[in-house]
């Protein structure tokens, strides 16, 4: 079962429908009733590095989808556009407009004279994403960083990694101390 309504980089489906619950929380809650039934969670959205591809995990998913990661690849499709210096691959979420516009599925339904895309409430947006380059040099580093997490995790497996898990509330000052802090970043 995929596990996640609007946690992605390109997702408003939160703020267009009112509905959706933080991603790790869905994630433990869903995995919970899932595996009563032995039925895999796969996370989908939210995964923005490799220590979110291990809480995800840790939290129950047996398997992650990595939508803005990858996005931005020299494999993945879209063109690649130069803002202020800096290349970006523009990536559009499944519920946008643009999306909706480009199937052809999608163009006339029930007959209407106007395409039923005229009529849609996008739930995505069309965005530029930072280029990564190649996605082997993406997948390294997330592969590095999840067998770093397995090991503080005390874990060689996923399924320790969960049993292993333990969350705990963090305060916004603890999360400015998780990243680097009080130096010019080169």
């Known amino acids: 079962v995929k596990v996640g309504v609007g946690p992605g980089s390109i997702c408003i489906?939160?703020?267009?429908?009112?509905?959706?619950?933080?991603q790790l929380t869905a994630i433990v809650e869903c995995a919970q009733v899932a595996r009563e039934y032995g039925v895999p969670i796969i996370a989908d959205g939210g995964i923005r590095n490799s220590g979110d591809l291990v809480k995800a995990l840790a939290a129950g998913a047996c398997s992650v989808m990595l939508g803005s990661l990858?996005?931005?690849t020299r494999e993945s499709p879209g063109v690649v556009?130069?803002?202020?210096?800096?290349?970006?691959?523009?990536?559009?979420?499944?519920a946008s407009l643009g999306a909706?516009?480009?199937?052809?599925?999608?163009?006339?339904?029930?007959?209407?004279?106007d395409p039923a895309?005229?009529?849609?409430?996008?739930?995505?947006?069309?965005?530029?994403v930072p280029y990564?380059?190649?996605?082997?040099?993406?997948?390294?580093?997330?592969?590095?960083?999840l067998?770093?997490?397995?090991?503080?995790?005390?874990?060689?497996?996923?399924?320790e990694l969960q049993a292993n898990a333990e969350?705990?509330?963090?305060?916004?000052?603890?999360?400015?101390?998780?990243?680097?802090?009080?130096v010019e970043v080169l």
């Not at 556009?81 to 499944?94: E, H, L, P």
């Not at 480009?102 to 163009?107: A, I, K, L, T, V």
């Not at 895309?117 to 995505?124: F, I, K, L, P, Q």
């Not at 990564?132 to 960083?145: K, M, Q, T, Y």
């Open 13 to 22: 489906t939160r703020i267009v429908t009112g509905f959706g619950v933080p």
């Open 70 to 72: 990858l996005a931005g």
């Open 81 to 94: 556009i130069t803002r202020n210096g800096r290349r970006y691959k523009v990536s559009r979420g499944m």
């Open 100 to 113: 909706a516009m480009s199937r052809p599925d999608r163009q006339y339904e029930n007959g209407d004279d």
């Open 117 to 128: 895309w005229t009529r849609m409430v996008a739930e995505g947006v069309e965005a530029a």
């Open 132 to 145: 990564r380059g190649s996605v082997n040099d993406v997948l390294h580093e997330l592969i590095g960083g």
């Open 147 to 159: 067998r770093s997490g397995l090991s503080y995790g005390g874990a060689m497996t996923i399924e």
């Open 167 to 182: 969350f705990v509330p963090i305060t916004w000052a603890g999360l400015r101390e998780s990243k680097p802090h009080d």
